[in-house]
């Protein structure tokens, strides 16, 4: 029998009006849900699993995940190898995974190549669909622009610089149309756009605020 048959006896499911009903059996047959209710018998050869004490609903979605920042400390991220970033976002997709949350759209950091090897099977977690980077304007959301050393740090450094990655601030209609080409070019899903000042702005005259 296929791997994605599946019996699950004596599990509390999630039903329609929104509560759990059970215990009852969980017959999946050809990766569809076939038949849900009390006593119900596996077919021969399909896998039973014991649902005792278990709680069964559908796959949950996360449409605001940054699963490539571990950390809001910015010099903790400038003096991480961007190597043991990738490895700490695979962490954190497979404990996303794991939470139950089967759908993630990731608002910033992860890039279609995290997305791929997921999807590839190489690391264990949700269907993703990146935004690769989230676009923002000059000394607005997105722009951590550091005054001292006059240098460029997109938003505290959460997202780290590395080869072919899409520019993250532009300004003007004809500059954002290049800029989304370019997202769309690496592999986006969707586009982010930064529309406020938010956590960190660096011209206060503009009206930003706190928000993000």
């Avoid at 990738?86 to 890039?111: C, K, N, P, Q």
């Avoid at 959301?141 to 993250?168: C, K, S, T």
């Amino acid at each position: 029998m296929p791997d994605n048959n599946i019996f699950v006896a004596g599990v509390h499911a999630l039903d329609r009006g929104g509560g759990f009903a059970g215990p009852v059996d969980v017959s999946v047959v050809d990766g569809r849900i076939e038949g849900v209710g009390r006593s119900l018998r596996p077919a021969r050869d399909q896998p039973r699993l014991d649902g005792r004490g278990l709680w069964l609903l559908p796959g949950i979605f996360d449409c605001h995940l940054h699963a490539g920042l571990a950390s809001f400390d910015q010099l903790e991220l400038m003096r991480t190898p961007l190597s043991r970033r990738v490895l700490e976002t695979a962490h954190t997709l497979r404990r996303t995974l794991a939470a139950g949350v089967t759908f993630v759209r990731d608002a910033g950091i992860a890039d279609a190549g995290v997305r791929d090897a997921v999807a590839a099977g190489l690391v264990p977690g949700p269907e993703l669909q990146v935004s690769v980077v989230a676009l923002g304007t000059t000394g607005g959301h997105g722009d951590g622009f550091l005054a001292g050393p006059g240098i460029d740090g997109p938003v505290d450094y959460m997202l780290p610089d590395y080869p072919g990655r899409p520019p993250y601030l532009a300004d003007g209609p004809a500059e954002f149309r290049v800029a989304v080409r370019r997202l769309v070019r690496a592999g986006a899903d969707w586009i982010k756009l930064l529309a406020t000042g938010g956590v960190r702005c660096s011209l206060p005259r503009l009206g930003c605020t706190s928000a993000a």
